[in-house]
């Protein structure tokens, strides 16, 4: 079935360092994939997404790059601040097989702490 | 515009008794979907709907229903709490569930304790 598995937690960082979290993907179909944020106490909100090959999503000055070859979707960001600090979840949504109803399968996200 | 909501945001529950998790939407959105968040992983699905009067399972349904009787709600039901169903619940929308219009929006989510 289709996984998610992204680079094991926490991560701590200066601010303005530079931030890769790495996610790579299992599915059988052409997934899009996605990235959400989980601020403190708060629900999931979209980050960026991608739905082919050699696509490029980005927001707030992050990115990510739907790499079919390697099956990856890193997300990077050139200088972090001290409000990124949340939860990352890198997720797919496969439509392989008639499952049209957008399930999203999820990593099992990573803590991202930036300090002053 | 108040998007995705969900009521109540904490509950305790002692084993055996039962409640239901309430989440609306207000964008006329068909697809819904209930999930569970574990601590350090990922969050998974109980069910989900894709428009009024049609539910199915996810992938961990068990001690759990759900009904879709309007476009906006999507109501999720706990029979006989158990302490394994401790975890934060979110309930999520989307417009459409492929291509660029394929975006979840989530509640805010309901931290649940069953002791």
């Known amino acids: 079935g289709d996984s998610v598995t992204q680079m094991e937690g926490p991560v701590t960082l200066s601010e303005e360092a530079f931030l890769t979290i790495n996610c790579t993907y299992t599915?059988?179909?052409?997934?899009?994939l996605f990235w959400y944020v989980q601020y403190p106490g708060e629900g999931l909100q979209l980050l960026l997404k991608a739905t082919k090959a050699d696509d490029k999503g980005s927001n707030k000055g992050f990115e990510a790059t739907y790499r079919k070859e390697t099956t990856s979707f890193h997300l990077e960001k050139g200088s972090v601040q001290v409000s990124d600090s949340a939860v990352y979840f890198c997720a797919l949504s496969d439509l392989a097989g008639g499952t049209s109803y957008g399930k999203l399968t999820f990593g099992q996200g990573t803590i991202l702490t930036v300090h002053p | 515009n108040a998007g995705v909501t969900q009521t109540p945001k904490f509950r305790i529950l002692k084993i055996g008794q039962s409640m239901t998790l309430q989440c609306t939407q207000d964008?006329?959105?068909?697809?819904m979907y209930w999930y569970r968040q574990d601590p350090g992983m990922g969050l998974k699905l109980i069910y989900y709907s894709v428009g009024a009067g049609i539910t199915d399972k996810g992938e961990v349904p068990n001690g759990y229903n759900v009904s879709r009787s309007t476009t906006e709600d999507f109501p999720l039901r706990l029979e006989l709490a158990a302490p394994s169903q401790t975890s934060v619940y979110f309930c999520?929308?989307?417009?459409?569930?492929?291509?660029?219009?394929?975006?979840?929006?989530f509640g805010p989510g309901t931290r649940l304790t069953v002791l």
């Open positions: 999520a929308s989307s417009y459409w569930p492929s291509g660029e219009r394929n975006e979840q929006f």
């Open positions: 964008m006329n959105h068909n697809y």
């Open positions: 599915a059988t179909g052409y997934p899009s």
